[in-house]
């Protein structure tokens, strides 16, 4: 016998309760799925495209300056490579760590060079309010067919591939640089 305030349980609420169940558990499964397909997918050679080192050196981007970038030039000593954009939080979180790497280590014969897959008065506007310390140029949209070329499939920015003074490829990175990366990519060459 039930007690007077208590409402005994409908089918209706019973269905409401199992409906409720299966939500959240397939929820929880889709995340579970999720994770382990990105753990799957960061652990992932991701090779690079035949050529795709050789198509780097050879390409030129405009610079802020107007005088296009030829990264020929840059050929020779290691390189510290960002692919980032204005619209990217994390790769605006990034800039001042990647600024300070290169003050710290061009003396040593880092380079470091900013790709901006963004549009120019976007990229200037910002860089006059938070400047850096060492040089960007425009990839623009091209330069999501590099990235990709370089491994990054997914195209995500940010992007950063260390070269070594070979002009091959040492490492990369999707996501954001922390000091750990950057203390662990100084000792490459």
Known sequence: ????????????????????????????????????????????????IQG????????EFA??????????????????????ATWCPPCVEELPLLSAFYQENAIKGWQVLGLAVDQIDPVKRFLAKSPVSFPVAMAGA??????????????????????????LVLHRKMGKVSTDDLRAWVELR
Do not use: C, I, Y
């Not at 019973?14 to 652990?43: P, Q, S």
């Not at 795709?52 to 390409?59: C, D, F, G, I, K």
């Not at 020929?72 to 490579?81: D, E, I």
């Open 52 to 59: 795709a080192e050789s198509a780097l050196w050879a390409a």
């Open 142 to 167: 091209s330069g999501m067919e590099l990235v990709k070329s370089l491994g990054n499939l997914s195209g995500g920015l940010p992007f950063t591939v260390v070269l070594g003074s070979d002009g």
């Open 1 to 48: 016998m039930t007690e007077m305030n208590e409402v005994p349980p409908t089918s209706e609420g019973t269905a409401d309760r199992a409906r409720r169940r299966w939500l959240v558990g397939a929820v929880a499964g889709a995340a579970a799925v999720g994770g382990v397909g990105l753990a799957w997918w960061r652990h992932q050679p991701h090779t690079l």
């Open 63 to 84: 610079s802020l300056e107007a005088k296009p970038l030829v990264m020929s030039t840059l050929r020779g000593k290691p390189l510290l490579l960002n692919f980032w």
